[in-house]
């Protein structure tokens, strides 16, 4: 027997937005292990899921072949997940084959030509006969700059309409709709790893230690080296026990904690009056507001933290922080503020909070939004959303209309496009009539599932591009088989702005393809010629079209990659922090937006006392597509399950273990409770991986009305044993 040669291949992580740099070796067209590398990212560390979590690429799930739905199987049902009562608490062989067999009988396997003739013919017959924007387009954040600047183009001017968006929309548009109106910018002003050079950190609705575990070892590290940390959260978990304080504020209350917290800051001088003055505007109105209704004691009865430690956790940041600008606080923050109604004033008052003590644009003192996807960052840079060209460029503005109308060779449409649910709401209305869908799975991410799956059986035509028949692929007419991460070559922007480059490992398997191989064949076919030799030229023609990526090159990314801005091509490692001379805002200073506390939009009441709230664990990731067939992480976490208070659990006579009934207003699922005080009592958690028990068919569909982000963290839900 010969034992075969194992090569090794550097590249990055392909789950989330931190970006680990790993180095993965393979022997023959199979990945046998992954480790951590050297880079300025993750100084050699991985968390479970890079060090372990590869092997769903060689799973007998993966699609080799296109398929194109038979015709029996109209109209279109969705056959594995019955989702007006899960087919939960059913346990299953981990990191096995999650798909029913059955599944499979509804397609049969079809030619290239044939599966993207169809596609192009059946869009383009959409297009003449109801308009451009009857078709629509998700990207993905899972996929590369390159991939995503090609899906926008083919969108935009192939199908010719705005109608494009990705999961962005789901996890941080509220941060951005803050960011961009306040400071000009949506890019996060500090990399994580300046923590170190932070007074004081605060975290706050991050689950960072599960989320972004790496960046959590930053932010340990910076507190054994004296930096205190403050956590503001629903749920206690592993980060709070290294913090100085840990306020467990009650669910959607964080505008009243944090004007109360503003309130004394203000009250005891502990802002930094000369950057307000030199750096901001409006601080009068909120300053006004703050003082006058959002006294300790009156943001208490909202938040439920206690005055004194309000005062305490003030007291903190304005010591730590002391005018005249000698300290630094950096502020991380997650989904636990932008899945809100009120997401977008969530952020608003994180950036306040900073303006007032000059908190931004220096060492350790800054604003930084955890992307969660490896590549959220980058699809949004490349321009996979519906308001905003590449580089967030106004789609208006003649001009820069007019420079991508040269680019492209085609008129674009001035009009914003429409955001992924409200997307989903046209397929349900009959407006949206034909979808193309690469690597994004809205039946189990987008809320209220039930009527998500009655959007996509209602759609004329739905080509979906994946790697997996995903439970958003069961509606499909015509399924492209993809490549995984370790299949191709492409540049990925992790959360703190840096271009890497993600390398080939492995060959794809059967008749799958590259993504922006079939992108650009499907292009083809719709009129748009599509010609690239490789990757790199696609990068070249987004990169010449944008200011933040115009000097990064294939060929100097590789290493350690790039921050955008990056001065010029041969700079060591491009720009760590941003803003320190002002602001890219008309006046060039940072503006305070005041604002007042909204309850969420559905509240407990005497049918559904509880409140839910949505998230993520360590294991896994997002719709489990991947990590659900991965055996070393599935293995650890393989079944749905509720985090419930221990006195709830006691109230509705349910034991650890056991299986429980969770309803909402929009349907049902039964999973496994887990009796735990990480919650406050009358709130519960349940991750939104599992497709036997989606969090989603429970979650509400109402939109916060700048960001447009669905509120994932709280609905009304009840418990009943089984
Ligand atoms: Fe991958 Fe994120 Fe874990 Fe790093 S922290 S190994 S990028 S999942």
Not at 460 to 478: G, M, Y
Request: charged share 25%.
């Amino acid at each position: 027997d010969v034992e075969l040669p194992i090569t090794s291949v550097d590249s990055v992580c392909p789950y989330c937005g931190v970006g680990c740099a790993i180095t993965y070796q393979k022997q023959e067209n199979q990945i046998v292990k992954a480790d951590g590398r050297e880079s300025p990212v993750n100084h050699g560390r991985l968390c479970v899921k890079g060090r372990y979590g590869w092997d769903y690429t060689h799973h007998a799930d993966r699609l080799t072949t296109p398929l194109i739905r038979r015709e029996d199987y109209y109209p279109k049902q969705g056959l594995s997940t019955d989702v007006q009562s899960s087919v939960s608490g059913k346990r299953r062989k981990p990191g096995g084959i999650i798909l029913d067999e059955h599944v499979y009988d509804a397609f049969r396997e079809a030619t290239w030509e044939e599966a993207l003739d169809l596609v192009a013919s059946r869009l383009l017959s959409i297009k003449d006969e109801f308009g451009r924007n009857a078709l629509a387009g998700f990207g993905s954040a899972k996929c590369s700059n390159e991939e995503a600047y090609l899906f926008q183009k083919l969108i935009r001017a192939g199908f010719q309409t705005n109608n494009v968006d990705h999961c962005t929309r789901l996890c941080h548009s509220s941060s951005v709709a803050a960011l961009m109106e306040t400071i000009g910018s949506g890019a996060v002003t500090n990399v994580f790893a300046d923590v170190q050079n932070a007074d004081v950190c605060l975290v706050t609705g991050s689950n960072t230690t599960a989320n972004h575990p790496v960046a959590a070892t930053f932010i340990k590290e910076a507190v054994k080296n004296g930096t205190k940390l403050i956590i503001v959260d629903v749920r206690k978990f592993e980060l709070a026990q290294y913090a100085d304080h840990f306020a467990q504020i009650r669910p959607g209350s964080d505008v009243a904690f944090y004007n109360g917290v503003m309130h004394v800051l203000i009250r005891e001088g502990w802002i930094d009056e000369d950057y307000i003055a030199e750096h901001t505007e409006d601080f009068e109105s909120l300053k006004e507001l703050v003082l006058e209704r959002y006294s300790p004691e009156e943001a208490s009865k909202v938040c439920g933290i206690a005055p004194d430690e309000i005062r305490a956790i003030a007291q903190t940041i304005g010591k730590a922080t002391p005018p005249g600008g000698g300290g630094s606080m950096l502020v991380f923050w997650g989904m636990g503020i932008s899945q809100h109604t009120h997401g977008t004033d969530n952020a608003r008052c994180l950036i306040s909070l900073c303006l007032m003590t000059g908190n931004i644009g220096k060492p350790g003192s800054g604003l930084h939004p955890l992307r969660g996807q490896n590549n959220v960052q980058g699809a949004s840079d490349a321009g996979l959303i519906p308001i905003v060209y590449p580089d967030y460029q106004s789609l208006s503005d003649p001009a820069i209309k007019g420079k991508f109308e040269k680019a492209w060779g085609v008129p674009l449409d001035p009009e914003p496009g429409l955001t992924v649910v409200e997307i989903m709401k046209g397929a349900l209305d009959g407006t949206i009539r034909g979808m193309y869908i690469l690597g994004e799975n809205p039946f189990l991410s987008d809320p209220n599932a039930n009527k998500v799956r009655r959007a996509l059986a209602n759609l004329d035509f739905l080509a979906v591009q994946d790697i997996f028949l995903t439970e958003t692929a069961e509606f499909a007419d015509v399924i492209f088989p993809a490549s995984s991460f370790f299949e191709k070559t492409g540049t990925y922007t992790n959360t703190d702005r840096r271009v890497q480059l993600g390398i080939q490992v492995l060959d794809p398997p059967g008749q799958s393809l590259q993504d922006w191989k079939i992108i650009c064949e499907l292009s083809r076919r719709m009129g748009l010629p599509m010609d690239y030799q490789d990757v790199s030229e696609v990068f070249a023609e987004f990169a010449s079209l944008t200011e933040s990526y115009k000097t990064l090159r294939h060929d100097n990314l590789s290493e350690s990659g790039k921050l955008w801005p990056c001065p010029d091509p041969e700079h060591e490692d491009g720009t760590q922090i941003l803003f320190g001379d002002g602001f890219p805002t008309n006046s060039s200073r940072g503006r305070f937006v005041a604002c007042g506390y909204e309850p969420a939009k559905e509240l407990p009441d005497e049918e559904y006392p509880l409140v839910l709230t949505t998230g993520r664990v360590l294991q896994h990731w997002h719709t489990g597509s991947m990590t659900r067939r991965s055996l070393p992480l599935d293995t650890i976490e393989p079944e749905a399950f509720a985090v419930i208070h221990p006195e709830d659990m006691k109230r509705h006579g349910l034991q650890d273990g056991e299986q429980v009934r969770v309803s909402s207003r929009r349907g049902e699922i039964v999973l496994q409770a887990r009796a735990q005080a990480s919650v406050e009592e009358g709130t519960i958690f349940i991750p939104f991986h599992f497709r036997e028990a989606s969090a989603n068919i429970l979650t509400n569909d109402v939109l916060d009305p700048y960001g447009r982000i669905p509120e994932f963290k709280y609905c009304a839900v009840r418990l009943d044993p089984l």
